[in-house]
């Protein structure tokens, strides 16, 4: 039998996740297949997720968006990792950053030669031997240049971005709408299931307008108008790891040099963001209502600004977690209708982003095999799964006992995945990276080490390796990278001639 392809898709809300998804779209089946977006201003938009990971260039070249324009347009920064205060112990700090650690040595990675000197006193800090942890607090950036040596660090510079998520959303959805995207004003107030497969027939607006399509994708926020109201899809909910469960946002004055990354600062009872951008600094408070009130966590908030407010404190409540199934039957949920996952490791439009990817990948026709179907959620939920267990980790690996929340985070029990990679880095710094789970060995490594998680051994292997040779390239290897972070231009000059936004 031949596949007849699908004719049309509707995409249920507007935002990052609508339209990310209506751009990508537009991009990859206009005009063979109709792309039609509706959604209500009335309803409005989350809209805290400021900070990405380096994985959005990649989405955003797909569609052929230049980087300058780009940034200018988001009033954006860009964003070498993130600082984490108070994590592991009060007035400790440690920097994740998207870039290498030194470089491997033959098949030794470099955080064992690392770990080598360091159990015998000889090393500096993790930091020093990563270029994006030395430039950073020095307020250093700049992209790779094209004729960097190959050797150099400079060479392979991975960066992400701060932005105004509203205003990305402005920016696809332009994208799209220029290249055929439909989109229509308008609420949905009923949801028409057809016999007898009970998948979505039509969606019905409030001013009574009936829309029918072969495929319809959920970007209607926490609610899950169509995953959740219509299907009953049922949601996996992980707060008994996760116990935050509530956000406090504002905007705040910029007040002076925008540095090239994200601050996450542990708190009583959860955790503040501060995310650089051009125009304003965009600041939110994490924390569980069971050991912190509302009113609390905005005088938090409000008492660790570094500018004067620009707007009230917005609230929002959540439960970590997912949807059992992202895809069911003709319906796909993504962004904050498939699930969350609090924006510690600034994850949220990366997995939008990833979802849709995957949904492109899988793309079904007319029929919707289930087959696809099974896929598509068994390597979500995989995803899910992973990044939960990343998350996991900065609250469990902590000596904090200040509080009775930082004192449940340590004692908690947590997911045995999770206690395996613990303790495989413990015995001699090893970690195995599962399959194409997200974050990488270097991410893994930076956190533990970051948060006290300390080896006992190295790997056996350097044990084979002369302790001179050794020395020398950990040496070598933080000079080198000393070397280059001075050479960097100060972030604000290389915004200034490369992507500054008009006032």
């Excluded at 940034?71 to 440690?94: C, H, M, P, S």
Aim: proline share 6%.
């Amino acid at each position: 039998m031949n596949a007849e392809p699908l004719k049309s898709i509707v995409i249920v809300g507007g935002g990052t996740a609508g339209w990310m998804a209506a751009a990508a779209l537009a991009k990859a089946l206009l005009p063979s297949c109709a792309v039609r977006l509706i959604e209500s201003e009335e309803i409005g938009t989350v809209g805290v997720g400021e900070a990405t990971i380096p994985a959005l260039r990649i989405f955003n070249e797909t569609l052929g968006l230049p980087e300058a324009e780009f940034v200018r347009e988001v009033k954006g920064t860009f964003k070498l990792g993130i600082q984490f205060r108070n994590w592991g112990k009060l007035g400790d700090a440690y920097f994740h950053g998207f870039g290498h650690l030194g470089h491997d040595y033959g098949p030794n990675p470099f955080h064992q030669l690392w770990l080598h000197q360091m159990l015998a006193g000889k090393a500096g800090d993790l930091a020093d031997y990563s270029l994006h942890s030395v430039a950073a607090p020095q307020g250093r950036f700049m992209t790779s240049p094209s004729d960097a040596p190959l050797n150099s660090p400079l060479r392979d510079f991975p960066h992400a971005y701060h932005f105004d998520a509203g205003l990305y959303a402005r920016y696809l959805r332009r994208y799209a709408e220029q290249r055929g995207v439909k989109r229509t004003e308008g609420r949905v107030v009923d949801v028409q299931l057809r016999e007898p497969d009970g998948a979505i027939d039509a969606v019905v607006l409030a001013d009574g307008e009936r829309v029918s399509a072969d495929f319809f994708i959920d970007c209607s926020g926490f609610q899950g108008l169509l995953i959740e109201k219509a299907l009953h899809t049922g949601y996996v909910n992980w707060a008994h790891w996760l116990p935050c469960d509530s956000a406090i946002a504002v905007p705040c004055a910029k007040t002076g040099p925008a540095p090239p990354y994200t601050v996450a600062t542990a708190r009583t009872a959860g955790w503040q963001w501060r995310i650089p951008l051009q125009h304003r600094i965009g600041n939110g408070h994490v924390y569980c209502s069971s050991y912190m009130s509302k009113d609390e966590a905005i005088a938090t908030l409000l008492a660790n600004l570094d500018g004067k407010p620009l707007a009230e404190p917005r609230a929002l409540s959540f439960t970590t977690g997912h949807r059992r199934q992202f895809w069911n039957r003709n319906c796909l949920a993504i962004g904050l209708a498939s699930g969350f996952m609090e924006p510690l490791e600034s994850t949220s439009i990366y997995l939008i982003q990833s979802g849709i990817g995957r949904f492109l990948n899988l793309l079904p026709d007319r029929r919707v095999s289930q087959t696809l179907i099974d896929r598509y959620n068994s390597q979500a939920i995989f995803e899910f799964e992973r990044i939960r267990d990343f998350l996991i980790l900065h609250y469990h690996a902590t000596k904090r006992e200040d509080s009775p929340f930082w004192k449940a985070c340590a004692n908690m029990s947590i997911p045995d995945s999770l206690s395996e990679n613990i303790a495989l880095f413990k015995d001699s710094g090893r970690f195995f990276r599962n399959a194409e789970e997200m974050f990488a060995v270097t991410s893994w490594v930076q956190v533990m080490i970051g948060q006290g998680v300390l080896p006992t051994a190295c790997h056996s292997a350097l044990y084979t390796l002369p302790d001179a040779e050794i020395a020398n390239v950990v040496q070598v290897t933080r000079q080198v990278i000393a070397n280059c972070a001075a050479a960097m231009p100060l972030h604000e000059q290389f915004i200034d001639r490369y992507c500054r936004a008009p006032l």
